[in-house]
């Protein structure tokens, strides 16, 4: 009788499992165990795992991670599709460390759906009242390039590492644009600031395997920097809720206008109260959670981005003394460049689409949950599947680009020397769900670069050691550190 009982249990939940596997899925790299999946396949770096796979397997395929069933999209093609296409089926999150642990399933990165297209539409239209990519918001980051140059200046051609200096610049535009407030370079709180951010992006790295195996978080001595990373959080936001500054801020529900990012926020979170509407996303959960990530997202990637830039001067002098070159036959040397200038300032708008390219700071895109079947590249996307779009696999394309390990920014300009926009090139993401700070983002990388390239002559710490390019890859791609040696300009 057991027997039997047994027999009939096992049956159900064969059928069970039977029912619920994946119709039509992508290939796997080969058999998932239990447990780990495909983990124990991994015998390369990730980013290198990941392109064997694609040579083998194609440009769709599935990986068993934990309990967690990816599909790996790489290529221009597919990923543009799914995102362009099927994006309506893509608005979810899975249930992952970085979306439960550190943003508490809060903000516009974590949420899903309808949630987080109110979030989305709030942050659009409040950005876009700030000034966003309009010259109110060129004359702010200007500010910010001017005192750049003097604090650089003050090094007297001395080799420092400017990723400090930079970084504080950059913070200081996102500053002025979610808190009105502005820090100096050694003001202690924001190199503070700065200094658990940094360590942030870094220990995320160590926490990945959080999300796929989220029991390791018990191991003990903290080994998957579970501990380290809830503080950081917690120590950041208590910091933003700081700088917000609820109690000094006066909320007059009648103007339409506001100061900043949180004044907005506040204000419309009163609003939301007056007319009793209660399904909403406009309150202080996911408005901390939204500014922490606007701010640690558009800090990382603009700095990064920069630093790589200085990189690449470096170690391509013919390139530098050409920019400067542009800039002193299109601008002059008497006034400041202006984002007036960027159309004419081709070979400089090349160059940083080419150092966006090369670098690729967010190498793989943020993981995104199939909230119903998706039909793609003659496969089936099941539901509940989470979804990996590889941006390195199209940035690195040769089909697309030819000699994609050469740094080359002509590659962006015609015969005639203007400037060629290249669908593939993707720096900011495509489709709803990209970067909501991009107007932001490119206008900063323009003012910043074409500002130091005016002023100064970068070369290496010590002449004739050029710093390595290879980059440094941990949550996100960022160089190496390395000093240079800012030589002013004469006029």
């Excluded at 516009?108 to 309009?134: D, H, P, Y």
């Excluded at 910043?448 to 980059?471: N, R, S, W, Y």
Aim: some cysteine.
């Amino acid at each position: 009788m057991l027997g039997t009982v047994l027999v009939i249990f096992l049956s159900f939940l064969l059928l069970l499992w039977w029912r619920s596997r994946p119709r039509n899925p992508p290939p796997s790299p080969g058999l998932a165990l239990p447990i780990v999946g495909h983990m124990y396949l991994f015998k390369e770096n990730p980013t290198d795992q990941i392109e064997t796979w694609r040579k083998r397997l194609g440009n769709i395929y599935t990986i068993q991670m934990g309990t967690f069933r990816c599909v790996m999209l790489n290529g221009y093609d597919l990923i543009s599709e799914i995102l362009l296409k099927h994006h309506e089926s893509l608005l979810g999150r899975p249930d992952m460390f970085l979306h439960k642990e550190i943003f508490e399933y809060a903000g516009i990165v974590s949420l899903g759906g309808n949630k987080w297209k109110e979030q989305r539409s709030f942050l659009q239209s409040t950005l876009r009242a700030l000034g966003m990519g309009r010259n109110i918001m060129a004359e702010r980051i200007q500010g910010e390039a001017d005192y750049l140059l003097t604090t650089i200046d003050a090094a007297q051609s001395q080799a420092l590492e400017i990723s400090n200096l930079v970084t504080v610049c950059v913070t200081n535009v996102l500053c002025g644009v979610i808190f009105s407030k502005r820090f100096n370079q050694g003001d202690e709180t924001i190199l503070q600031w700065l200094k658990s951010v940094s360590r942030l992006f870094e220990v995320l790295g160590s926490s990945a395997a959080l999300n796929f195996f989220p029991f390791l978080k018990y191991m003990p001595g903290d080994m998957f920097k579970f501990n380290e990373v809830k503080s950081i959080i917690k120590n950041l936001k208590e910091t933003i809720w700081g700088w917000v500054d609820k109690d000094h801020r006066v909320i007059n529900l009648s103007d339409q206008g506001f100061d900043d990012v949180s004044h907005a926020f506040l204000t419309e979170i009163e609003r939301k109260k007056r007319d009793a509407i209660a399904s909403t996303t406009i309150d202080e959960a996911n408005m901390l959670a939204s500014m922490l990530a606007l701010f640690n997202a558009g800090i990382e990637t603009t700095v990064n981005t920069i630093i790589f830039a200085v990189l690449y001067m470096v170690n391509f002098p013919h390139l530098q003394d050409q920019l400067f070159r542009e800039i002193e036959d299109v601008v002059g040397l008497d006034r400041s460049p202006s984002i007036s200038d960027k159309s004419n300032l081709k070979l400089l708008s090349a160059f940083i689409m080419e150092t966006q390219r090369f670098a690729n700071v967010v190498p793989l895109g943020q993981h995104r949950l199939a909230t119903k079947d998706i039909h793609l590249g003659g496969y089936t996307i099941s539901q509940g599947t989470s979804v990996i779009v590889n941006f390195d696999s199209i940035l690195r394309d040769e089909s697309v680009w030819g000699d994609p390990d050469i740094f080359r920014p002509d590659r962006f300009l015609d015969a005639d020397g203007s400037v060629i926009v290249k669908k593939e090139l993707i720096p900011f993401g495509i489709g709803r769900r990209n970067c909501v700070g991009e107007a932001l983002a490119s206008m900063e990388l323009f003012l910043f670069l074409a500002a130091l390239v005016q002023k100064f002559e970068f070369l290496p710490e010590k002449d004739g050691e050029l710093p390595t390019m290879v980059p440094n890859v941990r949550f996100t791609s960022v160089a190496q550190p390395f000093k240079v040696r800012a030589i002013s300009r004469p006029k």
